[in-house]
């Protein structure tokens, strides 16, 4: 999983508690993106980052805020988790050096169940 | 909304045959990539195609580009029961980087 880490990697919540997921990368890349997985959906981008302090909002941002406060690390936060934040949740990172054939290397996931 | 939209959902096959999978997107690219996804695990990039390129090969794998269709296929010659997973297609947008957005995916089987 190309020096990305996760974690946790499982977690059970209840609804209305704050949950912190985190990502951890080694590669120096610039940008960092949480996407979610579920049934029939596919993946989708929730937010990413480019830099620092620098980020957006992806298609399915509502109930997340994010944090990169350092080039390795990214936060994603569910302020009140609810039950349909109950998904798979994966980190990715891509070096950003080119629109055209920038790539992205996942990490190996994070199962969140909120009751 | 997805951007990509593949075809089929699902497919089985046996071992040596040739497995296509197709993808649909709506906006415009620049560029597509094809992803897979073994059970459990995160996303591994199989291969890109630049939006003014039309073919592409990598080993076992052809990928092709219509952009006028906005259309894309996947085509794994000679699959082994490794093949297994899904696979997904994604369009690679934005001004810098690489905003991805995914189909859901056709899981491949491949029968011994």
């Known amino acids: 999983d190309a020096g990305i880490t996760q974690s946790p990697r499982h977690k059970v919540t209840e609804t209305g508690t704050p949950v912190t997921l985190r990502c951890h990368q080694t590669e120096n890349h610039r940008y960092m993106y949480w996407y979610r997985q579920d049934p029939g959906h596919g993946l989708r981008l929730i937010h990413y980052s480019y830099g620092v302090k620098d980020t957006d909002k992806g298609e399915v941002s509502d109930g997340y805020s994010v944090s990169r406060s350092k080039t390795e690390d990214f936060l994603l936060t569910l302020e009140s988790a609810t039950s349909s934040q109950t998904s798979v949740y994966f980190c990715?990172?891509?070096?950003?050096?080119?629109?055209?054939?920038?790539?992205?290397?996942f990490g190996p996931g994070t199962r969140l169940t909120v009751l | 909304s997805q951007q990509g939209e593949e075809d089929p959902q699902a497919l089985s096959i046996q071992e040596g045959e040739n497995a296509t999978m197709n993808c649909s997107y709506k906006?415009?690219?620049?560029?597509l990539q094809w992803y897979r996804q073994n059970s459990g695990r995160g996303l591994v990039h199989l291969i890109l195609?630049?939006?003014?390129?039309r073919e592409k090969h990598s080993g076992r794998l052809r990928v092709t580009l219509d952009t006028s269709k906005k259309s894309s296929s996947l085509l794994i010659t000679a699959s082994r029961a490794a093949d297994t997973a899904s696979y997904f297609c994604a369009g690679g947008s934005g001004t810098s980087g690489s905003r991805l957005t995914f189909g859901e995916g056709t899981q491949l089987t491949v029968n011994p």
């Open positions: 195609i630049r939006s003014n390129e």
């Open positions: 906006t415009s690219i620049n560029n």
């Open positions: 990715a990172i891509s070096e950003g050096s080119s629109r055209s054939t920038d790539t992205q290397y």
